[in-house]
């Protein structure tokens, strides 16, 4: 591929997805669900006008990295404090259960694999998929109607965040089975291992940080140095741990997410990755799948994968916070907050499809799984709260008048 050809796709890539992003804005859609269809409009799913390209795929490579390295910065240690147990429990109950059914789901429709072979993690993989929560469009509704602030919203919140570190180390463990040495005690030792140098390092890293903003506050170079840092761990977890990358990105936010400029940080991030990096990223996912090759078992599959997807994460979640002292409506009301899948689903697909453990197909199942749940979640939690006690909507009324009045 020429240069000529590659400023010519950015172009298309570019403009291709802001205007599809923003139609996935204008009806309540996430707007990550906008650029993957303007990846597969420009593909070769439809007009066939950008190609999937070495160039392509290490810019989209750059784009996951610095979405998960976002992803570290934004984490709240405080806020994930303050829930502690309740959301812990209910975060592990919302990864082992879609795990589990979309181990078996996958297992259904293609055949029982014995345990160890390559069909068998597989398996594993789509229920790895299923694990990820998106806590941005959950938040912002419970933003709306003037709940977040509450144990129950701080707890959706919390379990949400913590719901996607967990999800990561299950996907560090899985992928690591594709390395040559994938003996579970290695795995989990390799994992163990990279973990531990970060908590060791972290603490030594984040100090350095801490000084150094102190005397260059707000300034171009702490980004940049951050940036750099993300781009090490992600070396570093990868050719020596047999760890994904994003991992590696994902925990050098997490240690600078304390620092003063940490939000400072993160516009730069969103910057680089709006801009251009991140349309890459999902277009590219849009251009890796080719809906003509689609037949009729993968779309029953993904019927099934985005209904699976959805009530484990009610069935997990909801019945966990009933068991923890929710009561009624409100141990519902935590099951469908947890339903919503975004970007992180994306990525784990993704590196699945790296990984050789996920074929471009299965792509479109993910993709229906992320739109499905990001309408259905603010139209049940808003049916649920309308269920509360009249001194209860009366607080959400007043809520509400008050966020219309700061527009």
């Excluded at 906008?34 to 290490?58: K, M, R, T, Y």
């Excluded at 709006?274 to 890796?288: A, D, H």
């Excluded at 590196?351 to 992320?370: N, W």
Aim: aromatic fraction near 10%; proline fraction near 3%; glycine fraction near 10%.
């Amino acid at each position: 591929m020429d240069t000529l050809d590659i400023l010519r796709q950015l172009c298309i890539i570019i403009v291709a997805a802001k205007i599809f992003g923003l139609l996935a804005r204008k009806i309540k859609a996430p707007q990550v669900a906008g650029e993957i269809i303007a990846g597969l409009l420009i593909g070769p799913s439809a007009f066939g006008w950008v190609q999937s390209s070495d160039f392509l795929s290490g810019l989209a490579e750059v784009g996951v990295i610095i979405l998960m390295f976002t992803a570290g910065l934004e984490t709240n240690i405080s806020d994930l404090k303050k829930t502690g147990v309740k959301a812990t429990i209910i975060a592990c109950a919302g990864v082992f259960i879609p795990l589990v059914c979309g181990t078996l789901l996958y297992m259904a429709f293609y055949g029982w694999s014995a345990v160890g072979t390559e069909e068998f993690y597989r398996a594993i993989f789509i229920g790895t998929i299923l694990t990820a929560t998106s806590v941005s469009i959950t938040v912002e509704t419970l933003r709306e109607m003037g709940k977040l602030q509450g144990e129950l919203g701080q707890t959706i919140m919390s379990a949400a965040i913590i719901d996607d570190v967990i999800g990561i180390i299950v996907l560090t463990v899985v992928i690591g089975f594709k390395k040559p040495d994938s003996a579970v005690t290695s795995v989990l030792l390799r994992t163990g291992a990279f973990f531990l140098l970060a908590l060791v390092l972290g603490v030594i890293i984040y100090k350095l940080f801490k000084w150094y903003d102190s005397r260059h506050p707000h300034t171009r170079r702490i980004p940049i140095l951050g940036i750099a840092l993300a781009f090490a761990l992600s070396y570093v977890a990868d050719k020596y741990f047999g760890v994904a990358d994003i991992t590696g990105a994902y925990v050098a936010g997490v240690i600078l997410c304390q620092l003063r400029d940490s939000k400072y940080i993160t516009e730069k991030m969103d910057i680089n990755s709006y801009i251009i990096f991140g349309p890459v990223f999902f277009c590219s996912i849009g251009l890796s799948t080719n809906v003509r090759t689609l037949d009729m078992t993968i779309l029953w599959f993904s019927l099934a994968f985005v209904a699976v997807g959805l009530v484990s994460k009610i069935i997990g979640c909801g019945i966990t916070a009933r068991i923890l002292g929710f009561k009624g409506h409100n141990a519902l009301k935590v099951g469908c907050g947890m339903m919503t899948r975004g970007e992180v689903a994306l990525i784990v697909a993704q590196r699945g499809l790296k990984a050789g453990m996920l074929e471009p197909a299965y792509f479109t199942s993910v993709i229906l799984l992320i739109i499905t749940s990001s309408i259905l979640t603010p139209l049940l939690l808003k049916a649920l709260y309308a269920k509360d006690p009249p001194e209860e909507k009366a607080v959400q009324t007043n809520v509400q008048k008050e966020n219309e009045l700061r527009v």
